[in-house]
DNA sequence: TCACACAACTTGTATATACAATTAAGCTTC
DNA sequence: GAAGCTTAATTGTATATACAAGTTGTGTGA
């Protein structure tokens, strides 16, 4: 393996565990380049490639510091409803339906790559901008992984903010859906009527396996998911 | 500027410009370091930083070239429907709805950043896979960056591969949303009763402008969007 | 105590060099 | 003509060095 890659798995693996929590700083290249005996070229094209995905900040006469999660982020990716929510300078809060353990259907259990029955978490959550339900987070949890989550105030701390503080994604993927809504979702939506909705369903993996298996529903009238590319970038 | 920015540029309006096309050799690092008068390496840290934004692959031994357009698309980005279809090992065919030269309506015109009332290119197409349509293509084409678009034949070549060889691409934004169908996009889509659809609006830029505005319906009951995300590079 | 200067550290840009690994073209030989 | 060898070109990795530019903390002087 290269030394330039050497040095870039040594600081992912402090990154993903956790070790080195958002804005913690990294080495910096001098002492890379000592640490692992190469120049100095070398220790910063490490950090650099590390930069250029996003799981680190560089800022010149200051140093190297961990990403925050969301600039981890490109385009459509994974979002935190409350700060989209508050970005648009609107209100956010958030209402908890359920949260409990349950038994793991097929389903989920397949998505969450358990075996069946085996006990998981279940939280149902509604999250409002101003005074409108924009999105129904259905949510199981692999219980090995964050054994705590259920008894956190998801009023407070979005589901996705808690568990990327516990156990920082690694991996995720996404499907999205134009479905009409069940009875129950209507319900938590406020919809008086059936109305096409946008639905996210989406996996996410930390280093220790699947960590969550989400379903997020959006009514059609209230949301729009939308990006930007740009193939220019000088 | 800095050196290897200004080199990047150059090299940047070679693509964008079209005078490179897809699979084009593209000047090697020294070749670029006595055009520029600069270190071999300060030339390559240009052609690396094109390579990483995906406008340019490099081949150890044999050179750089071009990058081919659906390359150039990260997450979820501008995907072909039929290299879709076709990558599915489904058949793919193309009808022709309509294919003429219109007054702008006002949204129209807003989005392709003409005068209102001025003329523009219209066409709608479905597209199919194997024999259900997947998606209808509604599509406003910019008639002075791109005069001869009503004289293709859309059964052939998909509207998406024509406008990005004659007008290489820069720039695109998109917005996703569950919509109810209108009764037209109902009909094309060949759907008995009103089903959730996926609408995908987009606009795209090349240098010279807005290129085309377009609205993408896909039936909810035979179209999920998919993507996956990787935050491990090394 | 406050303000300013300075030193130390960090990242950013650029150069010159060396060697490795791979590709592609041309040439020789059979 | 085909197979194999040689050679040149190209990208990949790595080092040592130099200076520029921005940040931060320290200490001096008023």
């Known amino acids: 393996m290269a030394k330039f890659s050497a040095i870039k798995q040594h600081l992912y693996r402090k990154i993903a565990s956790g070790e080195w929590p958002e804005h913690h700083p990294v080495s910096s290249e001098n002492a890379l380049s000592q640490q692992f005996s190469v120049s100095r070229m070398t220790a910063r094209r490490a950090l650099q490639e590390l930069a250029d995905e996003g799981l680190v900040i560089r800022s010149k006469g200051s140093g190297t510091y961990v990403a925050p999660i969301k600039s981890q982020t490109s385009f459509m990716a994974i979002r935190n409803i409350a700060d989209e929510v508050r970005e648009r300078g609107h209100k956010y809060h958030a209402v908890v339906h359920t949260m409990r353990q349950e038994q793991a259907t097929a389903n989920v259990a397949e998505f969450l790559q358990l075996p069946a029955n085996t006990p998981v978490y279940h939280s149902v959550i509604t999250h409002y901008e101003n005074h409108d339900p924009v999105q129904v987070e259905e949510r199981w949890v692999n219980p090995k992984i964050v054994p705590k989550y259920t008894s956190q105030d998801f009023t407070k701390v979005t ?30 939506l406020k919809l008086e009527k059936p109305e096409p909705c946008l639905r996210i369903q989406r996996r996410t993996w930390s280093e220790s396996g699947v960590v969550t298996y989400a379903l997020l529903t959006h009514p059609g009238s209230r949301f729009v998911l939308g990006g930007h590319l740009t193939f220019k970038k000088n």
Chains 1, 2 share one sequence.
């Open 159 to 188: 589901p996705h903010e808690y568990l990327s503080s516990v156990a920082p994604l690694t991996e995720a993927s996404h499907q999205i859906e134009a479905i009409a809504p069940v009875e129950h979702v209507m319900h938590w």
